[in-house]
């Protein structure tokens, strides 16, 4: 069992900024993935960014060259830093992580982001 707790979400104007976090409660070295979705109301779920343990990214083209996922192993934590914020942005964004022994995946509680315009 893995639990994933988000933090960083808010309300924020359009063009600012926001850096949502999710802390692992195991180590994520030995994950295959983590990533960040979001579900807007009326929305399906999206991905929004990927990270594998190597390292590699992938992005949903809306947000390519504004949202930045990242990790740090040391602190079991993948932070999605967002920028140039939309009011199609707004969502609640969760964490995900998928590890070997469990295909299914892991989700946290979610995080609501909010973008006035």
């Known amino acids: 069992q893995v639990q994933l707790v988000e933090s960083g979400g808010g309300l924020v104007q359009a063009g600012g900024s926001l850096r949502l976090s999710c802390a692992a409660s195991?180590?994520?070295?030995?994950?295959?993935?983590m990533g960040w979705y979001r579900q807007a109301p009326g929305k399906q779920r999206e991905l929004v960014a990927l990270?594998?343990?190597?390292?590699?990214?992938n992005y949903a083209d809306s947000v390519k060259g504004r949202f930045t996922i990242s990790r740090d192993n040391a602190e079991n934590t993948v932070y999605l830093q967002m920028s140039s914020l939309k009011p199609e942005d707004t969502a609640v964004y969760s964490c995900?992580?998928?590890?070997?022994?469990?295909?299914?995946?892991?989700w946290g509680q979610g995080t609501q982001v909010t973008v006035s315009s």
């Open positions: 995900y992580a998928r590890y070997p022994f469990y295909a299914g995946g892991y």
């Open positions: 195991r180590s994520i070295v030995s994950s295959n993935a």
């Open positions: 990270i594998n343990s190597g390292g590699t990214t």
